[in-house]
T-cell receptor
Framework: GAVVSQHPSRVICKSGTSVKIECRSL??????MFWYRQFPKQSLMLMAT?????????EQGVEKDKFLINHASLTLSTLTVTSAHPEDSSFYIC??????????????FGPGTRLTVL | GQQLNQSPQSMFIQEGEDVSMNCTSS?????WLWYKQDPGEGPVLLIA?????ELTSNGRLTAQFGITRKDSFLNISASIPSDVGIYFC?????????????FGTGTLLAVQP
């Protein structure tokens, strides 16, 4: 159980285009999902918290108009990188929060999406 | 963003050796977690710690939640080649509405067969 998928796993796009990344919780419902960015040889940095049915909460320094988050259902959150530039190239990882007393609110991570902007 | 101090930054060991890594913070955490990340993959949870002083094992892995709630360590005994990867600690400040995790800087482990 507690499987999180991401799609696509890898994407290459031209500068100026927009890219959508999907994060799905496959066998549980997640009212809260998180989006992280990881640059090479660095740690995971939280970008935003995605809440089902409400606006996402962005971390300081993350442009909400640049990184659009939509959490339209209990199993799906999407991250859209708008007008992508080469400096947006990174590994984007989502996680889904499995809440409840037994699960102790643990986050389960997706396999990540490698974005390369040319 | 905020990160936890994790050491060592990297380790190169022989198969069969024991490994120890730790994380420290200036903040108090209610939960400490240890993850392993393989190249090109997302982190996978290894051990979760929920109480100060708690010592938990998962196979060859043992982790402890520091008494001060500001540190944690992870030990790997009798390392094997598949232990290779990057290990991250993560702390959670509190439950309730946030559940946000703050990650450590990572420890790269290389195991020589």
């Amino acid at each position: 159980g507690a499987v999180v998928s991401q799609h696509p796993s890898r994407v290459i796009c031209k500068s100026g285009t927009s890219v959508k990344i999907e994060c799905r919780s496959l066998d549980f419902q997640a009212t809260t999902m998180f989006w992280y960015r990881q640059f090479p040889k660095q740690s995971l940095m939280l970008m935003a918290t995605s809440n089902e049915g409400s606006k996402a909460t962005y971390e300081q320094g993350v442009e909400k108009d640049k990184f659009l988050i939509n959490h339209a259902s209990l199993t799906l959150s999407t991250l859209t990188v708008t007008s992508a530039h080469p400096e947006d190239s990174s590994f984007y990882i989502c996680s889904a929060l499995q809440s409840g007393a037994r699960r102790r609110n643990e986050q389960f991570f997706g396999p990540g999406t490698r974005l390369t902007v040319l | 963003g905020q990160q936890l101090n994790q050491s060592p930054q990297s380790m190169f060991i022989q198969e069969g050796e024991d490994v120890s890594m730790n994380c420290t913070s200036s903040s108090i955490f209610n939960t400490w977690l240890w993850y392993k990340q393989d190249p090109g993959e997302g982190p996978v949870l290894l051990i979760a710690l929920y109480k100060a002083g708690e010592l938990t094992s998962n196979g060859r892995l043992t982790a402890q939640f520091g008494i001060t709630r500001k540190d944690s360590f992870l030990n790997i005994s009798a390392s094997i080649p598949s232990d290779v990867g990057i290990y991250f600690c993560a702390g959670r400040l509190g439950g309730g509405a946030t559940n946000k995790l703050i990650f450590g800087t990572g420890t790269l482990l290389a195991v020589q067969p």
